[in-house]
């Protein structure tokens, strides 16, 4: 089942994910939590889970999103962070996050990747290279 979190007992699930975020976030996972959690209710963020189990408490996967749509400049919703156990089914939170995109008017998804070979296999195709300037 996938739900979508507005409320920080959604997140519940999640605390117990043994995911990756401090190597794609630059944040700490503490401080990432905190920052998920104030930003739940958003409306322009859209945080899902895959959950599994009789009481929904075992998240199998989970999405953040953030609605960039802003036209013409913009008509996308961008992947923030994607995060799947092998049990997870990245498709159906996809598919989760597809109708939400089309409530924000979004013509697209975009989200950065390390490996565009994976994410093709969900749909997405490679659009452009990102370069990045440091500024410090």
């Known amino acids: 089942m996938i739900k979508r979190i507005t409320t920080p007992e959604g997140f519940i699930p999640i605390f117990k994910l043994r995911d ?59 992947i923030v962070y994607l995060y799947t156990t092998q049990a997870g089914n990245i498709q159906s939170l996809i598919d989760e996050l597809k109708g939400w995109a089309k409530e924000m008017s979004a013509s697209e998804i975009i989200m950065m990747t390390k490996d565009p070979e994976h994410s ?12 990045a300037l440091e500024v410090l």
């Open 20 to 78: 990756d975020v401090e190597d794609h976030i630059p944040y700490d996972r503490s401080s990432w939590i905190q920052w998920l959690v104030s930003n739940c209710a958003n409306p322009n963020y859209g945080i899902f889970v895959e959950l599994e189990g009789e009481l929904d408490m075992d998240a199998l996967s989970y999405v953040v999103a953030i609605n960039a749509v802003a036209p013409p400049i913009s008509r996308s919703v961008q």
């Open 120 to 131: 093709k296999e969900y749909g997405f195709k490679e659009k452009l290279q990102l370069v």
